[in-house]
């Protein structure tokens, strides 16, 4: 059976070509041609199934033939605040990997031990879309720029609310207990610190926010581990 080959258009429904950067695959990778059946994501819940009308060297025009809207994976909104590591590269593979299980929003943190306090959003947008081609996701996770953990804390929140940490001088619960619990509740946030942890002033902000605090089992966890194991975590308790 011939692959069905999945390219990201945001707006598909309201334009008839393909972004730059997808004709190139299209026509010079994969060497598509008039009348081939691609799909389109748009990145905000549909897929589109269409024909390739014109396939130029820089240019790939198409035809909608069938809108195919997709149902929500899972139950409510997972949001991931993070702190990014001093290696970028770890943040890729967790942006890449999170995305392929699936996160509706990756934020990221400057916190008091943060060795990293610049990421590339464009370069992390490319490598998510990327991932949901890759794993056929409806909607593509967004991304938001760095951020101070003071603020982060300043700005309304609703629904379900942790802090994972390694403090043993402040009480925590296991998140997937937390979350596997009934509640009316379903969009999770989950924070996740740097690789020295938040500070202990960040923890206790944190809960006086409204943040639970919580551990992510028995293993000491590297900060991109860890993000990749509290939205594992979101998937398992909440997957329709």
């Known amino acids: 059976m011939k692959e069905s080959r999945y390219f990201y258009v945001p707006g598909a429904a309201q334009q008839n070509e393909l972004p730059p950067d997808e004709a190139t695959h299209a026509t010079r990778v994969l060497r598509l041609k008039e009348g081939d059946e691609i799909f389109l994501m748009d990145g905000v819940g549909s897929f589109f199934k269409a024909q390739i009308t014109v396939a130029a060297t820089h240019h790939c025009y198409y ?16 949001h991931l605040a993070i702190a990014p590591t001093k290696m970028i590269e770890r943040m890729e593979w967790l942006v ?3 995305t392929e299980v699936g996160v509706d929003e990756i934020s990221f943190l400057d916190c008091a031990f ?7 959003l464009p370069r992390l947008d490319k ?12 909607w593509k996770p967004a ?8 603020a982060f804390m300043e700005e309304p929140r609703s629904g379900r609310k942790y802090i994972a940490h ?9 998140l997937f207990d937390e979350l596997r619990k009934s509640s009316e509740e379903k ?16 923890v206790k902000l944190a809960v006086a926010n409204g943040y639970q605090s919580v551990d992510l089992g028995k293993s000491r966890l590297r900060t991109e581990t860890a ?6 975590m979101m998937q398992l308790a909440q997957q329709r």
């Open 187 to 202: 969009d999770v946030t989950v924070l996740i610190g740097p690789e020295g942890d938040f500070s202990i002033d960040e």
């Open 63 to 78: 035809e909608i033939l069938e809108r195919q809207p997709q149902q929500p994976q899972w139950e409510g909104h997972f």
């Open 114 to 120: 943060s060795e990293r306090r610049i990421v590339k």
């Open 166 to 174: 390694c403090y043993e001088e402040v009480p925590r619960v296991n």
């Open 96 to 98: 890449e990997k999170a």
């Open 227 to 232: 993000g990749l194991a509290a939205v594992m």
């Open 127 to 138: 490598i998510a879309v990327s991932a949901v081609k890759q794993s056929h996701k409806a």
């Open 143 to 150: 991304l938001n720029d760095m951020e101070t953990f003071k």
